[in-house]
Nanobody, 122 residues
Framework: QVQLVESGGGLVQPGGSLRLSCAASGRIFSINAMSWYRQAPGKERELVATITSGSGGSTTYADSVKGRFTISRDNAKNTVYLQMNSLKPEDTAVYYC??????????????WGQGTLVTVSS
């Protein structure tokens, strides 16, 4: 059973920075992509950023975070990061990591983290 453990959330003032981490444990054959989603109160969960696991790792971002957030990964540690700069109150949400991965039985599965709360407020 693959588990994702997130860390790094908290309270930060507008304009501040936070770095989220998400580490996977369990048996994983390979990871296709790692993503961060967020869900603000009363809103649907939205995709924030994705990074693929190929050489170089291509990245995509939601328009609302382009130029402020950076997703990166450490394949050897099965860990994905989200560096969040110039945070705004509208970034307040629970942030979830997601891995799309292959098992040793060649099943393609998704795993979700438990969520970490990011609050941007003065």
């Amino acid at each position: 059973q693959v588990q994702l453990v997130e860390s790094g959330g908290g309270l930060v003032q507008p304009g501040g920075s936070l770095r989220l981490s998400c580490a996977a444990s369990g048996r994983i054959f390979s990871i296709n992509a790692m993503s961060w989603y967020r869900q603000a109160p009363g809103k649907e969960r939205e995709l924030v950023a994705t990074i693929t696991s190929g050489s170089g790792g291509s990245t995509t971002y939601a328009d609302s975070v382009k130029g402020r957030f950076t997703i990166s990964r450490d394949n050897a540690k099965n860990t994905v990061y989200l560096q969040m700069n110039s945070l705004k109150p509208e970034d307040t949400a629970v942030y979830y990591c997601n891995f799309q991965y292959w098992t040793f039985s060649m099943l393609s599965l998704n795993a979700w983290g438990q969520g970490t709360l990011v609050t941007v407020s003065s």
